[in-house]
């Protein structure tokens, strides 16, 4: 029977990319997943890439570094499946004025005046233009990420490790890469807290053609290449405590019903934006994002709390034990909480972990399970 010499457990942006990176180096790559590549949250992405406006700090940081990588890699990936035309940021709770304007990213300002020479069906509204941002088509970079690697669509329920193999539904591997998203954990990891948060996107048609791509508390994408546009929010956080995805949020009974009135929201705010003529809904998209309270992804090795613990009990205490001597799962990683960025920080993070992994580059801290480990077991 064929060992593999890694089996990612979830197809989404995270595990889709981290099979490009690791097939690229010549390993033997087999993905599973219940709902198909890209199936859950990422295939109902609106996959915008923007970058996140506001003075330097870590995170931000992150992302934008993530998306000037992230932008280069899809457009050498699959160039039909982006459109790269900007994006427009209107000013909002989260993002006054003078934060769009006083940040450390390049952007031009354009009125109301200046938006309506660019398109008679633009409202009252004035922003902030940002050029390195676009939209993606995530089923189809899934797709073409994923070339060259065994999928295998079934429902992971146990994994199993002896005599330094890992066996899952009866699929082997050397290696384990857990990218499971908002699903539970096939191992147990209790730093890292996952809060699933639920995105709407609709993919419509409309005779309008917009320049490029608006933020406010909704986006709205420039026309792509099949003729249609997509409007996407994140609409709300769940608490993880009360709440197990088990399925795809099309089928949850928590928004089974509830379809119509979020739809007449979400196109009521882009009208307010944006007049979009002869609007026909085409397709409705929801998933679930998975985030941790930092809001910064998360990869590395992943630590095995309670056997470091009973080794190292003052680390409680404050006590520094030096990283690689904690106790891990043996080659097991993890890459999640990509949130609602996935598309960003995919190609980014999963470089960033298979260079870990290959050639035993360090993680950045901010990003490493060893912090979340770190800060649990203090807390505790």
Do not use: W
């Not at 599973?32 to 406006?53: C, N, T, W, Y």
């Not at 902030?128 to 941002?133: D, L, P, Q, V």
């Amino acid at each position: 029977m064929k060992i593999y010499d890694f089996l990612i457990i979830g197809a989404g942006s995270a595990g889709c990319n981290m099979a490009y990176f690791l097939h690229k180096e010549n390993k033997s790559v087999a993905i599973v997943d219940r709902e198909g590549i890209a199936g859950g949250a990422s295939g109902a992405a609106g996959a915008f890439l923007s970058p996140l406006p506001g003075k330097e700090n870590p995170y931000n940081s992150l992302v934008n570094e993530a998306l000037k990588y992230s932008l280069n890699f899809y457009q050498n990936l699959l160039p039909i499946a982006v459109d790269k035309k900007g994006v427009l940021r209107v000013a909002n709770e989260n993002f006054d004025k003078d934060k769009l304007s006083q940040n450390s990213m390049k952007c031009e300002h354009i009125n109301s005046e200046e938006l309506l020479n660019i398109s008679k069906n633009f409202m009252d509204i004035e922003g902030y233009f940002y050029e390195n941002a676009a939209v993606i088509e995530p089923i189809q970079i899934c797709h073409e990420l994923t070339k060259g690697c065994d999928f295998y669509n079934l429902d992971a329920a146990e994994l199993y490790f002896e005599n330094g193999i890992y066996t899952l539904e009866g699929i082997r591997a050397k290696n384990i890469i857990l990218a499971q998203g908002v699903s539970s954990s096939l191992v147990k990891i209790p730093y890292m807290q996952i809060s699933p948060i639920f995105g709407l996107r609709v993919d419509v048609k409309t005779t309008t053609k917009v320049p490029f791509n608006i933020h406010k508390s909704i986006s709205i994408s420039t026309n792509k290449h099949d003729g249609t546009l997509s409007i996407g929010a994140t609409q709300e956080r769940h608490d993880s405590s009360k709440m197990e995805c088990l399925t795809t949020c099309d089928k949850c009974t928590f928004y089974v019903n509830n379809d119509e009135m979020k739809i007449e929201t979400l196109l009521k705010q882009a009208d307010a934006l944006i007049k979009l003529e002869d609007l026909e809904v085409v397709k409705i998209y929801k998933g679930a994002r998975a985030t941790i309270k930092s809001y910064f992804p998360l990869v590395g090795k992943v630590v095995d709390y309670e056997q470091t613990l009973k080794k190292y009990s003052s680390i409680k205490n404050g006590t520094k034990i030096p990283s690689e001597n904690l106790e891990y799962y043996p080659n097991l990683y993890v890459i999640n909480a990509l949130g609602s960025r996935g598309f960003v920080f995919g190609p980014y993070l999963a470089k960033i972990l298979t260079q870990n992994i290959i050639h035993n580059e360090q993680i950045p801290k901010e990003i490493s399970t060893q912090k979340l480990f770190y800060k649990m077991a203090r807390k505790n």
